[in-house]
């Protein structure tokens, strides 16, 4: 099958487009799919590059696992012997590592039926960054009705999915993003928004319950002043805690204002309560992109920039 992958750490350049064997099942829990869509996320850009934390994991000086990708859409080929939420021909979208080639081999876990009024390119850009927005704001935050929530970098992938969702959740929110991106956000369910080209949110005068810095670009320090006594800033960056330990002790010193940490944990439950969401016109990706798989050099330029407009899809296979 082809699939898209790289053999050692850097710029979109070691990508490469190849023939692998396909994935077999490990196991009898697993699902065998045709990848039609993959979205392309900053997790990919991070392992791609090599950062310590991710080499960690995948390897000091190169890449033990090749294919980079973790969020799928497609249709179930084959399933293991304990499978029974799925059967051939499903169309079905979830988590998966190395979703940016032809198959994939996934445990059942991670999967979802697709929402039947979303196509596969739509499906594919909702795990990682829906899930990511949805833990940080219904479980970290417990966004209540009528609380006022902040979303830093409301324009991309999390922030997006974020914004819809502090909105459904019942809080009044206040987006953040540029100039350009100002109107669609808006769109989105904003009660207010802020060009932080223009002015830093941090100067209004205004107290928010919940700071949600979606794309990782503040520091709990210097949203201090804008939390209510009760307040919690959460960052999504991955390796916030390497880059700001200071802050996180005084957090953990603090008996208000807090600090946290959020890593999403891919699950099938959320995954549903995404779906349905979608179903019920609650909740809408938006794509600003859709590469080629053999563009994907292109589609990593695009996230490396940091201006994506919701999200970026990857073309795999037709249906
Ligand atoms: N913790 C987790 O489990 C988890 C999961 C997913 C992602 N993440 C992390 O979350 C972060 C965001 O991911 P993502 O997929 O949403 O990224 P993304 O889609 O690449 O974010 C791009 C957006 O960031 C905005 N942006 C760039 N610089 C900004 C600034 N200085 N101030 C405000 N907005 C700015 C851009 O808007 P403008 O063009 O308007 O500036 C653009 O819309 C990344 O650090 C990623 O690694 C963590």
């Known amino acids: 099958m082809k699939a ?24 009898d829990d697993r699902v065998l799919i045709r990848v039609h869509n993959a979205s392309v996320n900053q997790y990919d850009n991070l392992f791609r590059k090599g950062y310590l934390p991710t080499r960690l994991q995948n ?32 169309r079905v979208f979830g988590s998966c590592l190395g979703s940016h ?19 596969f390119k739509e499906a594919a850009a909702i795990p990682c960054a829906a899930q ?5 704001l219904r479980d970290i935050a417990q966004v209540k009705q009528g609380q006022k929530v902040l979303v830093y970098g409301a324009s991309g992938g999390v922030g997006h999915f974020a914004v819809q969702l502090a909105s459904y959740l019942g809080a009044e929110v206040t987006a953040v993003c540029s100039t350009s991106n100002l109107q669609w956000v808006k769109e989105l369910g904003a ?7 223009k002015k830093d949110f941090a100067e209004n005068g205004k107290k928010y319950d919940v700071i949600l810095d979606a794309v990782g670009k503040r520091t709990f320090f210097s949203c201090l002043r804008s ?23 005084v957090s953990s010193l603090r008996r208000h204002k807090k600090a946290k940490i959020h890593l999403a944990r891919p699950n099938d439950k959320d995954l549903d309560f995404l779906c349905t969401l979608v179903e019920e016109g609650k909740l809408k990706p938006v794509i600003e992109k859709c590469y080629p798989l053999d563009q994907i050099k292109e589609a990593h330029r695009h996230i490396d920039r940091g201006r ?9 296979t037709s249906e």
């Open 59 to 90: 390897g000091l000086t190169k890449p033990k696992t090749l294919i980079l990708g973790i969020d799928v859409a497609g249709t179930v080929e084959a399933v293991g012997k304990n499978v029974q939420r799925f059967k051939v021909g499903d």
């Open 308 to 316: 994506t407009k919701g999200k970026i899809v990857l073309d795999i």
């Open 191 to 197: 009660h207010e928004i802020i060009d932080y080209t």
């Open 101 to 119: 080639a032809e198959f994939v081999c996934p445990h059942q876990s991670g999967l979802c039926f697709m929402p039947k009024n979303a196509s």
């Open 132 to 136: 990511t927005a949805l833990q940080a």
């Open 4 to 27: 898209a992958i790289y053999r050692s750490y850097g710029a979109p350049e070691v990508l490469e487009i190849t023939d692998v064997e396909l994935p077999t099942f490990k196991d």
């Open 227 to 249: 939390l209510t006594e009760t307040g919690v800033y959460i960052t999504e960056h991955a390796f916030y805690p390497m880059y700001h330990p200071l802050q996180l002790m």
